[in-house]
């Protein structure tokens, strides 16, 4: 049997507020009592929490023939109202709307109204480099200019518009080459993350070495400039190259504050690269940078284009929370790092936090080595068991390595000397393999801190680790262990 595919449910659940109001209106200005029968059905979707058609029906109590025609009504009321609801938000649409009123106005063979027409579409076309209603436009001149052959200046106008469509179609060209570039290089880096950072896989990309590329980059279209940067970003950080992805992000937001009506056109575009652009300080340590980005990201919601996004604030809160537990670690504030945990565990225990898995996980880790470091051993167990009692077999297991890791030593902090040699001998059978050596000094030291007579010849089995780390030169062969758990930190800065 054929499955139901809920497409109706998903485009009630993508309505933004603001969107909900307008289909609200539309769908009530016809009637001053009950709405038409597709608003009930739109009112019964929009409160479910999962798709389900039967029950959905059985309230309505239409019949099955008759409950599949309602279903294509709204579906279809729900896309007029989209369309009513951005007519003035997209360059785009108003270009359309202009370029098919002059059609209209031409067909009435209202000659000089239809120019007026034209003349403010092609104002709009060309400020706003709309490429893709050039044809359209350009057709309408050749249609207008065919009205006027007997005019003085019809072969000057011929003129203009032959090299009007030259410059139109050298334009496409250009923003095509820019365009594939940018797909085959995200194709490319797609590939790379499913072998896991390896080389297999992904190798030379054609496209960016192309002349005519090099040409997009520079090309008089700055939407085809955009394309042609981001795929130069991504080229330079799949390739661990900080900053030169930053030079390519930095002139992307160029190209956006020079040009508003691009974030008002490509606002999930923008996004993306204020996004990367954070990843890339980030990387080169520009925490100071990185601290004032964060909060301008925090902002955006805020602003007009971008509230047609849908679920835009807690998609910001997400990235941004863990970009922050990121940088914190990173520099290890792990005191600001257990304040920004003392407000958002909370959160993630009653779910008010909504982040997809990998990024609950991912949060839930930071914050537990945060709170460990900063010396609150008792919430960093609170945390460390979130993340195990949430944990998914088969999913993240370096993480969950890590967290089996960082657990032994929280218990050890707490004293639970009992408890952690059984801990010790279950990581040792289920966990071989992972970093090797870092993990066999772990546990060989680990134990021996158990075995130590009293406090005071601990101080000893640390320098013996830390030398055995450093003459093994682990920070550099197996240097994630290191980055992962901070176990120099911890013997610098804990009591023992």
Known sequence: MKSIQPDLYQLVKALTPAEQRTFHHLAHRHTDKRPMGYFELYEILRKQDRFDE???????????????????????????????????????????????????????????????????????????????????CLLLRKALLEKRLNQPDAHQGLDNLQRDWKNAVNAIDLAGEAASASVEVSLQHLQKVRAQGSREGYGPIPAIDRPTFREALHAPQWATQLDARRALSTYHFMNAEPAAAFAQNQAMLRLFRKAPFLTERYPARYLTVFQNLLIDHFQLQNWGELEEGLKQLRQLPKQRAFKRLHGITPRIEERSTLLEANMLVARKAYSRGRQLADDLVPRLQRQALRLSYPNQQSLLYLLALCQWLDGAADDAQSTINLFLDRYRKKTLEELYHFARLLQLMVHFDLQHFELLPYLLQSFRRSHTGFYPESTELFL?????????????????????????????????????????????????????
């Open 444 to 496: 060989q030291h680990l134990q021996q801190l158990l075995n130590a007579t009293g406090p005071r010849d601990r101080p000893k089995t640390l320098t013996v680790w830390r030398s055995a780390i450093k003459n093994a030169a682990l920070e550099n062969r197996e240097s994630r262990f290191y980055e992962y758990l901070d176990l120099f930190y911890w013997m610098d800065h804990s009591v023992h």
């Open 54 to 136: 039967a029950a959905a029906r059985r309230t309505t109590g239409l019949k099955k023939s008759h409950f599949a025609v309602i279903k294509r009504q709204l579906y279809e009321q729900l896309m007029q109202a989209l369309s009513y609801h951005h007519r003035q938000d997209h360059d785009l649409e108003q270009g359309r709307r202009l370029l098919q009123q002059t059609r209209i106005l031409l067909e009435k063979d209202l000659i000089e109204q239809a120019e007026k027409r034209l003349r403010k579409a092609r104002k709009l076309i060309e400020g706003h480099q709309l490429i893709a209603l050039q044809t359209e």
